[in-house]
């Protein structure tokens, strides 16, 4: 599917002239337990917050196809979401970027091997100044009568100055299943990033700080939330001018639970990940079958 959508994408830009553009290809992996048993039919309740171990993986395509045009795609296991798909046609007008395209859960649920829907993103950037970023996705219809379903949005807020860029961000993300009950997983993140570079240097240093909740909840019991302050780091380090190594980590500074429920203390909660990113020169010609 994702070299069909490619060779369609391709067609539609057949008039350009000969350029050379790059293609982005970023592949992560990690593993993390701060999260409920997605398999839980009933609430914790009074008992203590143990957490499941879940992996994660993140594999993104970005390739531009002339100055404005590009696309991007990418495929992800997430802990809320599960697992999704998403392949978007990007527009970039200098200040401007809009970015639309189809979004699919896959594998999620015995019932249901695919479910569609849309992604999107509208920003706003001054480069080397500011940026404000718009971004959501959904699967159509309802759970009760589609099985299940998701939906996520963000936005984020960013500025540079010499040697550093700071992100403000909000995030939600939902997952609803509907079987003879609803279930819903929620996770609410607010965050502060601060990316730290330096001139000729090999390797950048990102750190972030955060509140989240995550909270599943139950039609016909109780709800469990977790809530936590966070600490994390990310180093990308250059290994070759076109390959960078990305290793990071984040683990709670603080938790506590909704009551009744209680966080367990002899519980060490973490997320950490190491991954690559491959930038690839391209000479774009003009497309011939």
């Known amino acids: ?3 069909w959508k490619k060779k369609c994408l391709l067609v539609t830009v057949a008039f350009l002239t ?7 290809l970023t592949v992560i992996g990690g593993l993390g337990n701060f999260s409920f ?9 009074a008992g203590k917050f143990e957490g499941n171990f ?3 993986a993140f594999v993104n395509v970005e390739d531009q196809l002339s100055d404005t045009f590009g696309y991007t795609a990418t495929a992800e296991r997430d802990p809320v979401l599960r697992n999704v798909l998403s392949c978007e046609m990007t527009i970039n007008t200098g200040l401007l970027n809009l970015s639309v ?3 699919f859960s896959l594998f999620n649920t015995s019932k249901t091997i695919i479910r569609p829907g849309v992604s999107t993103s509208l920003g706003l950037e001054f480069p080397g100044i500011f940026f404000i970023n718009l971004k959501g996705g959904a699967t159509f219809g309802s759970s009760i009568e589609n099985d299940y379903g998701l939906e996520t949005s963000s936005i984020s807020l960013g ?7 700071s992100t403000f961000s909000v995030t939600t993300s939902k997952f609803s299943e509907f079987d003879t009950n609803l279930i819903q997983d929620e996770l609410f993140r607010a965050s502060y990033r601060a990316d730290i570079h330096a001139k000729n240097s090999p390797y950048m240093v990102s750190i972030e ?4 909740s995550l909270t599943r909840s139950y039609e016909t019991s109780y709800e469990d939330t977790i809530r936590a302050v966070f600490l994390g780091f990310e180093t990308n380090i250059i290994i070759k001018p076109q390959f960078i190594l990305i290793i990071g980590a984040e683990t709670p500074i603080y938790v506590w639970g909704k009551t009744p429920l209680e966080r367990a203390k002899d519980r060490w909660f973490f997320r950490a990940f190491t991954g ?5 020169q391209k000479q774009n010609e003009e497309f011939a079958l």
């Open 159 to 165: 500025f540079w100055i010499p040697n550093l860029l």
């Open 54 to 56: 879940y992996p994660l």
């Open 209 to 212: 700080m955060g509140y989240q």
């Open 37 to 45: 048993d997605t398999s839980s039919e009933s609430a914790i309740g």
């Open 18 to 24: 000969s350029k050379l553009f790059t293609l982005d």
């Open 276 to 280: 690559f990113r491959w930038n690839i």
């Open 101 to 103: 395209g189809p979004l």
């Open 1 to 3: 599917m994702f070299f």
